[in-house]
């Protein structure tokens, strides 16, 4: 079984400075992994994947990620935030064995401030 | 960017109705899903479907759920017999095809609120 796991539930973060919100997973086969965003009243929208290749992704509105094998870590980056990234971020795994069954973690809440 | 849309956007209902919750996948997607996610806890799988077909169900997909495909590009969740515990949002979603390295495309969601 899958599981995924986001250590801070919630992040504030001054307009400007950098972020990083962080992903670990669990499985017992090889992964693919996601990170969605999720807008006030708005559904969730794919902000990055990783496949395979190369480790570090690199996503819509400035974000990228890394993943890591190793660490069984896949960490949200953005060197500088605006207001408008406040909003709620889900990383979520599946693999080739589960139908395609997406396992979300329980979401990171990004709150920047002016 | 084509998307998926879901309605309606907000769905109140009595406890024991009956409720359809309905979604149209991007037209080029062959695999749906349903999501939901109670206030406060995690985005829970609910089942997958593929060729008028259920892929895959999780523990919640019990025999209260129902999903179809009525037409060329509805699909359709029904909910038999509600119960307070269903209140929560619902997304759907599709992809291409159903390996895991083909993301899922997510609507808006319905939120649903039993009383």
């Known amino acids: 079984a899958q599981s995924v796991t986001q250590l801070d539930s919630q992040v504030p973060v001054f307009e400007e400075a950098p972020v990083e919100l962080r992903c670990n997973y669990s499985?017992?086969?090889?992964?693919?992994l996601f990170w969605y965003v999720q807008y006030p009243n708005q559904g969730l929208q794919l902000l990055l994947k990783?496949?395979?290749?190369?480790?570090l992704v690199k996503g819509i509105n400035g974000f990228e990620a890394e993943f890591n094998k190793s660490q069984t870590s896949f960490h949200l980056r953005k060197p500088s935030v605006h207001i408008s990234d406040t909003a709620e971020y889900f990383c979520?795994?599946?693999?080739?064995?589960?139908?395609?069954?997406?396992?979300f973690g329980g979401g990171t809440r990004l709150m920047v401030k002016p | 960017e084509p998307e998926v849309t879901q309605t309606p956007s907000h769905q109140v209902t009595q406890m024991g109705q009956e409720v359809i919750l309905r979604c149209v996948p991007i037209?080029?997607?062959?695999?749906f899903y349903w999501y939901r996610q109670i206030l406060g806890q995690k985005v829970e799988f609910l089942v997958s479907f593929y060729n008028n077909e259920i892929s895959e169900k999780s523990e919640i997909f019990d025999d209260q759920f129902s999903v179809e495909r009525p037409d060329g590009s509805n699909f359709t969740l029904k909910i038999r017999s509600t119960k307070l515990e269903d209140s929560a949002m619902y997304f759907c979603?599709?992809?291409?095809?159903?390996?895991?390295?083909?993301?899922?495309?997510f609507g808006d969601g319905t939120r649903l609120s039993i009383l």
């Open positions: 979603a599709s992809s291409e095809g159903p390996k895991g390295n083909q993301p899922q495309h």
């Open positions: 037209s080029n997607h062959l695999y």
């Open positions: 979520a795994v599946s693999d080739n064995n589960a139908g395609n069954m997406l396992t």
């Open positions: 990783y496949l395979s290749g190369s480790t």
């Open positions: 499985s017992s086969v090889s992964v693919y």
